[in-house]
């Protein structure tokens, strides 16, 4: 699914002349890998100089990127190469994109005990979810969420 306001003068707006003309290249090169679109978002792996590749996550509104951030180092005003790159797959390979269900979607098939598993097991992986996990629960009881 094409971005409809996605062009290639946009992503050059929002990046320096060195991030546009590495990301060109990362994109040529296909350095991008492994693009999904969950609802109104999209994350991508990108290799880079790194022995690991670099996150991408890019926000959707209705028509155009609200946010796109990167997991690089970079302290460049705008978009990174990488953000570049995958911006460079969405609006030239569309059918690279693979499709998959939003959270909301996947939620909504499971049941309360399986959702309740299902935060157990994600904490038991990631102990400091457990502290986004308490301050949600203490706004939701006290009504500010």
Not at 2 to 15: D, G, K, T, V, W
Not at 35 to 48: C, K, M, N, Y
Not at 101 to 113: D, F, M, P, Y
Request: proline share 3%; with cysteine; net charge positive.
């Amino acid at each position: 699914m094409a971005i409809p306001q996605l062009n290639q003068e946009m992503i050059r707006r929002h990046s320096s002349q060195s991030c546009w003309q590495k990301g060109q290249a990362y994109y040529q090169n296909g350095c991008v890998r492994s693009v999904v679109r969950r609802g109104q978002s999209i994350t991508a792996e990108v290799e880079g100089n790194e022995l690991r590749p670099h996150r991408v996550n890019i926000g959707l509104g209705k028509d155009e990127v609200n946010t796109a951030c990167c997991s690089c180092s970079s302290d460049f005003e705008g978009w990174c190469q990488h953000i570049v790159a995958t911006l460079l797959v969405c609006l030239h390979q569309p059918e690279a994109i693979e499709q998959r269900q939003s959270l909301e979607q996947i939620l909504k098939r499971l049941n309360k005990a399986q959702t309740k598993t299902l935060i157990q097991k994600l904490v038991a992986l990631k102990p400091e979810l457990l502290d986004n996990i308490e301050n949600f629960a203490y706004l939701n009881i006290r009504g500010l969420s």
